[in-house]
């Protein structure tokens, strides 16, 4: 009963507006950001350019940081991105003089109330450019005491700033040197073999789409059974709740996997071409891999809180919920962008073919962040299941309490 | 299996508001009408047969399964809600052959069945039609299909010809009166012809109470000999409703022909005669005007 519930669910659901809504925002989402997308060559001594390099040693951060905060101590006014838009933040007097006070301590000047005259008195009487200031850090430092000092002040700005201790190292960027990005080319083609960083690119600009998009797909797959009044029907026949919610779900991934595997194989064809004729051995199955293990995880995720949250109140709350999750994650992972710091990010990002250690290195940290959400998918599926037999034999019906509720407010 | 379902001293209630107060009622294979107001309890009854509602108090056995082993009882149940309605973009066929697998038949089972019960309720030839493009009859038919699609001893059909046009109520009242012919069918109305012509058994409901259970004739007799037609002028007829209980009135002129209830002959002029369901069902409701 359960792979003919599932060949008629993904027939629904191929049949649906809905569905292909989402398809074609995967495929013009691809296009726009990976369309142009052109395969790594060798990089030649005396380039002109070989891109950035993030992160540098503890003293190059603690310049960089420090630039950043004086130059905004002296301003007055502080740029953070709480939820990943921009916020001019303006501390209290209080918080000022607390921030005055760790330049103090950071930096070894002595300005005592007047910490501003003491900075401009060594800057020499240069203006002030944003993020460049020449104090220098004071050099008996300790790197941990710098990083809780600015979270301290992370904290007084109400997050979201350039001294979150933990995205301290995005404040550093540089010229590549040749032999950097001779050493990413080589990571790329030896150990990822072309097709590693090719993949988690793609799987870094899918995931941003799949972390929002199956919720749609989820919430109205619920709904429609209350709006085509099949609630009953369905609920009467012999289907067991498991096969019924198990099938809806499996489809739904199955069928919102399939664009997303399609796609891939344009970017493993651009890599095949590139590959041909030279040494390099990719790995066919890089995006198969990539995809199951990275995207699939996200898939699940998003399109279990719409089922668990629409079986739940019968209505598209699931909706709300996600895209709140969603701009949460996609807007404080900004900091961690070029890979290697996956933390238990819901999307997980990595925009670069390069950073092979980064994520070499990270590995299992990103392994336990996809084996946390496919689990916790798997609870919401399994939980959804639960709240659909309860429903189906009429012990659950949080909708019609919310209703009730509202009839009898607008009554009184 | 006893062909029989079996109702003892069942209790529902909506938080506080008793929705059945100790309904009991034993049900033969055949067709069984359930009469009552809207809001009487029918579809909470219908709902519990159905395994949709869990009962408050009371035992309950379909053809012999507690009710409580729900998923046995929805083997051999069919149920025809009262908002009846499918995915109004699937056609007919692909609205059946969902519902087929839902209810575990195979793809064999499902490509024989399915033709021969569109042919059974005449929907053969708009098999490819979306659901949506039916009018209200062939929606109430299609259901009728959905409902007996696994070949279910019970069929419980709830409100069905609300909204039918008389040709296809009158249809959709043969269309269950063959089915029962092999199953229980139970059906719940507020429209008294449409157990009149179909249903021998039937129990009457009322604020969730059984007013009455038994045979249409035995309801018929209860009313004999206390049904009067009369030719009254227009100008009696408010006092004249005032008294008795009024089934039907047929405007002649300045005069109205009234069918009414009285326990004895109420006045000169007015006959005494043959009582239908109708008339039993509202002397039931009403005896003489001490309205329930």
């Not at chain 1, 904290?155 to 590549?176: I, R, T």
């Not at chain 1, 066919?284 to 699940?300: E, H």
């Not at chain 1, 996600?322 to 996609?330: G, S, Y």
């Not at chain 2, 109430?140 to 299909?145: D, E, F, P």
Request: hydrophobic share 40%; glycine share 8%; charged share 20%.
């Amino acid at each position: 009963m359960f792979l003919n519930l599932l060949a008629k669910e993904c027939r629904q659901i191929a049949k649906s507006m809905i569905y292909w809504l989402i398809v074609g925002i995967l495929v013009i989402f691809y296009f726009s950001q990976l369309g142009g997308m052109s395969i790594a060559e060798k990089p030649e001594p005396g380039q002109e350019n070989y891109g950035l390099a993030y992160g540098g040693d503890e003293k190059d951060v603690m310049d960089s940081t420090l630039g950043y905060l004086v130059s905004e101590y002296m301003n007055g006014k502080y740029a953070t991105y709480p939820i990943g838009f921009y916020k001019a933040v303006t501390p209290s007097e209080a918080d000022e003089k607390r921030i005055g006070e760790i330049i103090e301590q950071t930096t070894g000047l002595s300005g005592g109330e007047n910490i501003a005259d003491a900075i401009e008195e060594a800057q020499g009487g240069a203006q002030i450019v944003y993020g460049s200031s020449p104090v220098q850090v004071k050099e008996d430092l300790d790197y941990e005491e710098f990083k809780k000092l600015m979270q301290e002040v992370d904290d007084m700005l109400g997050g979201g700033s350039n001294y979150a201790a933990d995205s301290l190292e995005s404040n550093v960027s540089s010229p590549k040197t040749y032999e950097q990005a001779l050493e990413d080319y080589n990571n790329l083609i030896e150990k990822d073999h072309l097709t590693g960083g090719y993949a988690r690119l793609f799987c870094d600009y899918m995931g941003i789409l799949l972390g929002i998009l199956p919720v749609f797909l989820a919430v109205t797959r619920g709904l429609r059974d209350r709006r085509s009044k099949m609630q009953e029907l369905i609920a009467c026949r012999k289907a067991s709740s498991v096969s019924i919610i198990a099938s809806r779900y499996a489809a739904m991934l199955i069928m919102l996997m399939v664009p997303v595997l399609l796609l891939s194989c344009i970017p493993l064809v651009q890599c095949i071409q590139a590959a041909s004729g030279t040494a390099i051995r990719i790995d066919y199955l890089a995006f198969a891999k990539y995809s199951l293990g990275w995207l699939l995880p996200t898939t699940m995720t998003a399109a279990a809180v719409g089922l668990v949250l629409t079986e739940l109140t019968d209505t598209a709350l699931g909706v709300l919920v996600q895209i709140v999750w969603w701009f949460l994650t996609v807007f404080s992972s900004m900091g961690s962008m070029h890979g290697g710091a996956y933390g238990w990010s819901f999307i997980p990002r990595h925009n670069t073919v390069y950073n092979y250690m980064g994520f070499h290195e990270n590995f299992w940290e990103l392994a336990a962040n996809r084996g946390l959400y496919a689990t916790l998918s798997i609870v919401l599926a399994v939980f959804s299941i639960f709240i659909y037999s309860l429903k189906r034999k009429g012990r659950l019906d949080i909708r019609g309490k919310i209703l009730g509720n509202l009839k009898r407010k607008h009554k009184a | 299996m006893s062909a029989k379902i079996e109702i003892k001293h069942l209790n529902q209630y909506y938080g506080q508001k008793c929705a059945l107060k100790d309904v009991n009622l034993t049900i033969h294979k055949g067709m069984f009408g359930l009469l009552g107001r809207n809001g009487a309890g029918k579809t909470t009854l219908m709902k519990v047969l159905a395994t949709l509602l869990p009962k408050t108090e009371g035992s309950v056995s379909v053809c012999g399964i507690p009710l409580e082993d729900a998923a046995r009882v929805r083997r051999i149940t069919g149920y025809l809600p009262q908002e009846f309605s499918m995915y109004p973009n699937m056609t007919v066929y692909e609205a059946m052959d969902y519902l087929g697998v839902l209810s575990g038949l195979g793809s064999r089972e499902r490509k024989e069945l399915i033709p021969k019960l569109l042919s059974q309720v005449n929907l053969l030839e708009d098999k490819k039609k979306k659901v949506k493009a039916l009018s209200g009859g062939m929606k109430r038919r299609l259901g009728i299909a959905q409902a007996i699609l696994h070949n279910p001893q019970v069929l419980i059909v709830d409100e069905p010809t609300a909204g039918l046009d008389p040709e296809e109520r009158v249809r959709f009242r043969n269309l269950l009166s063959e089915i029962a012919q092999e199953r229980i069918v139970i059906l719940s109305t507020h429209i008294v012809g449409d157990i009149e012509a179909t249903c021998e058994q039937i129990a009457v409901l009322n604020e969730g109470e059984i007013l009455y259970h038994g045979t249409v004739s035995n309801l018929i007799e209860m009313a004999d000999g206390r049904v009067y037609t009369a030719q009254i002028s227009k100008s009696e007829l408010p006092r004249l409703k005032e008294r008795y209980v009024v089934t039907s009135m047929l405007t002649l002129g300045n005069n109205v022909m009234v069918r009414f209830i009285a326990e004895n002959k109420p006045f000169e002029g007015a006959q005494c005669c043959e009582a239908g369901v109708e008339d039993a069902y509202m002397y039931l409701m009403h005896g003489e005007r001490g309205d329930r």
